[in-house]
């Protein structure tokens, strides 16, 4: 009779486990030093091999070697336990034994010696699902058993256990299998069975099993049965509804190009073909995550489930895109796989998450609104029609310092008593007003090597700014060395080669960001009269 693959290569001792290191030595350690507890808590994901754990240790208590953390595999204990058929290894599916009258005639079972072996073995497989009361009937029994009895709760979720039972127990948290020995595995199984499958097949199989061993394998069982002896991606992909780089590259695609029209073609393409937009949805938003684990780690990492080639492609389409875009992605991707679950519309609904990603590729990053804000007074950019520059990109940068003005010429080196007149008119120049302005209420102190300017507390921010030491490096036709004090200033006025007063603060409150945003929405706006707070 046929035996599937994840039985039938089902690990017999620690030495064919693969993972779970920590447990493995753990247990090896114990047993070798007599130190068997009478307790134990396997939690973790499905199929990482929380059972077979159990089974394994049942095996090295009961080995006629044994104790011993390498059983013999071949006396009748070890069969017995391999073939499910042991007298002394009692297992239970607390999913339908889960009451307080399987508990009680569990508890009375204990109290009897094993029929042949040296322990009497109790494997409790899904224990979260036992009820309160059962529990509880069977906690002083957990707490206090006999000398030959060993308790093996295993579940997938630990935190439904009372912690009266955690206490009594010690407690193994399985991990989810690395992507490469998992591949690795794998390879070795086709070996051994005649199968034929390139790295991208196992590749395929392994992101399946989204790091289950038992899923995996239940996964290349099928692809198996599919395909024959010569396995092909492109068929495993078909068969597990799964989604290919090229066809998520599709969207990628259309994000650089910012063209929605082929969003709307990929929804239309996947509805015709018959695949399930929720599960393209929740492959997008892997998708995105892992373009973006590939950006932040700056080529192939263990972080990412996938071949060498295929973090390759990762990466270069990474590439196209910033931190934050990724990010936003990311986001949006989730937001749309939670409302596709839910949706009576899923194709309207994806339609809508698509374009929204779209658009978001077009908003002006928060940097770039801030900077708009801040005291160049300078508006943020325009696009000049189609997709606006993506925000924070290399190209979008090139492109901003490509247009910006050139900035005004060196002045003459000035001498020490004009250096605040040139400066405050360098400024007025550059439509720094905002700076101009802290500048006119600061005293200058200037010797061979250094500057000091002395402002009160809340012009600080704006003379140690990066523009504004540029500004007087110009002025000055050299480096500096600049001192920002803060205190009381003398308020001497600056000299009159600078505008007048009253067109300064015109000038000031024109070129602020809201104003001049104000008036392009409002082209035929005036401002008729400028007030200055201060002086009221």
Known sequence: MYQVIARKYRPQNFGELIGQE?????????????????????????????????????????????????????????????????MDVIEI?????????????????????????????????EAHQITSEAFNALLKTLEEPPEWVVFVLCTTEAHKIPSTIVSRCQQFSFRSVDFAELVARMEWI????????????????????????????????????????????????????????????????????????????????????????????RELARYFRN???????????????????????????????SEEDLTRYLQL?????????????PRLHLEIGLLRMVYAGKLQSIEEALASLGGSGSAPPKSTGGAPPRPASASSMRSASASAPAPPAPAPNPQSGDLRSHLHAALIEAKQMHVADALEHSDVAESANEIVFTCPPMYTLYLKQAEFEAAVRRVLGRPVKLTIKTGEAAHVPVASSAAPKEDQVTARALAHPEVRKFQEMFPDSQVRTVRNLREN
């Open 22 to 86: 920590h447990v493995k030595t753990t247990l090896e350690n114990a047993i070798t030093q007599r130190r068997i507890a009478h307790g134990y808590i396997f939690s973790g994901q499905r199929g990482t091999g929380k059972t077979t754990v159990a089974r394994i240790l049942a095996r090295c208590l009961n080995c006629e070697q044994g104790p011993t953390p390498t059983p013999c595999g071949k006396c009748a204990s070890c069969l017995e336990i391999a073939a499910g058929s042991s």
């Open 93 to 125: 599916d607390a999913a339908s034994n889960r009451g307080i009258n399987e508990m009680r005639e569990l508890r009375e079972n204990v109290r009897f010696r094993p029929a042949r072996d040296r322990y009497k073995v109790f494997i409790v497989d």
């Open 190 to 281: 086709i070996a051994q069975e005649g199968i034929a499958a390139d790295p991208e097949v196992l590749s395929v199989l392994a992101q399946a099993g989204e790091g289950s061993v038992r899923d995996s394998l239940s996964a290349l069982d099928q692809a198996i049965a599919c395909c024959g002896t010569k396995l092909d991606a492109a068929e495993v992909r078909g068969l597990l509804g799964m989604f290919s780089l090229d066809s998520l590259g599709q969207v990628a695609a259309a994000l650089v190009s910012g063209e929605s029209q082929r969003m709307l073609e990929v929804v239309a393409e996947l509805e015709s073909n018959g695949r399930s937009l929720q599960h393209f949805s």
């Open 291 to 321: 373009l973006l684990v590939v950006k932040i780690a700056k080529g192939a990492t263990r972080l990412v489930a996938a071949s060498p080639a295929e973090q390759q492609k990762l990466g270069e389409t990474a590439a196209q895109f």
């Open 333 to 345: 991707g989730l937001d749309l796989f939670r409302d596709l679950q839910s949706s009576l519309q």
